[in-house]
C-alpha cells in the first residue's frame, strides 16, 4: 500500500491531513516527537476506528538519522511514499530584544531545517519512481514579518524559499511541490484560548476548519500535471488579506 508521510501530525490540522489521505486509500504515517507518542497513538487509533490504515512514527524531525531511520522504514514496511506533508509550525512571539539564541535556532530548527530534512529524503526515493507529491505548511510570516515574530518568520521564510527551489528542480522530473500559506487563525485549542469572540467566529466560519484545509492538500496532490498549483493560500472569508 502506498504511504502518506505527515511529519507534525497534531490533533488539529496535521490530524485532519492525515485522517483525509487514509480515505484516499493511503497509509497515513503520522510523525511527531518520541514525547508526543501517547498523542500518535491516538490519531492512528481514530483512523483505525474509522476503517483506514495508519501507523506512527516517532522521531525528531530535526534530527538527520531520525529522519532518514524513518523515511527508510515507511518504505520498507508501508511501501512507497507518494506524498509528505511537512507540518511543523513553531509559532513564538518575542522581542528581538529579549529573543535568545536558542530559541530563534530551535524555531528555525524545527520549521525550517527540519522541513529541508523530510523534503530531501522524499524526494530523494520520489525522483526514482518520477513520481510524488510534497506540500509545505506555511503561514502570513512565511511572506511577512511581524512584530515579535523575527524567529517565526525568519524559519517560514526560509521554508518558503526551499518549497520554491525544490519546485524548480523537481517539477521537471514529475514530482509535484507545493507551498500552503495559511492565513489566518485554526479551529484549535490554541486559538480557543486566546480569541476573544471564538464560538462566534467559528459559527460565522470566521476560523479556518482543519478538515477543510486538508481537504485542499489532498487535491494539490490529486491535481493534473498539466495545471500544477505552486503556492496557494487559504484563509477565512472575513480574514484581511
Not at 482543519?210 to 495545471?227: C, F, G, N, T
Request: aromatic residues 8%.
Amino acid at each position: 500500500m502506498a504511504a502518506a508521510l505527515i511529519v507534525g501530525a497534531g490533533d488539529a490540522t496535521g490530524g485532519a491531513i492525515a485522517k483525509a489521505f487514509a480515505r484516499e486509500g493511503y497509509t497515513a504515517c503520522v510523525n511527531r516527537r518520541a514525547r508526543n507518542a501517547d498523542e500518535l497513538d491516538a490519531l492512528v487509533k481514530s483512523i483505525h476506528a474509522e476503517g483506514y490504515a495508519a501507523r506512527a512514527y516517532p522521531a525528531d524531525a530535526r534530527i538527520e538519522e531520525e529522519v532518514v531511520a524513518m523515511v527508510d522504514a515507511i518504505e520498507r514496511d508501508v511501501g512507497p511514499i507518494e506524498v509528505a506533508v511537512f507540518n511543523i509550525g513553531a509559532n513564538v512571539n518575542f522581542s528581538i530584544l529579549d529573543m535568545t539564541a536558542q530559541v530563534y535556532r530551535k524555531v528555525w530548527e524545527m520549521a525550517a531545517f527540519a522541513g529541508f530534512l523530510m523534503g530531501r529524503e522524499a524526494a530523494r526515493r520520489m525522483v526514482e519512481r518520477r513520481s510524488g507529491t510534497i506540500i509545505f505548511t506555511g503561514a502570513t510570516a512565511s511572506i511577512r514579518g511581524g512584530s515579535g515574530f523575527s524567529a517565526f518568520s525568519g524559519a517560514k521564510g526560509a521554508l518558503r524559499m526551499l518549497a520554491q527551489s525544490m519546485a524548480r528542480e523537481l517539477g521537471p522530473k514529475n514530482i509535484h511541490v507545493a507551498h500552503v500559506i495559511i492565513d489566518g487563525g485554526i479551529d484549535t485549542a490554541f486559538i480557543r484560548g486566546i480569541h476573544p469572540n471564538f464560538e462566534a467566529a467559528k459559527a460565522a466560519d470566521g476560523v479556518l476548519s482543519p478538515d477543510a484545509i486538508a481537504l485542499q492538500y489532498v487535491a494539490l496532490h490529486k491535481q493534473h500535471r498539466s495545471a500544477w498549483t505552486h503556492e496557494v493560500d487559504l484563509r477565512p472569508w472575513t480574514e484581511n488579506f
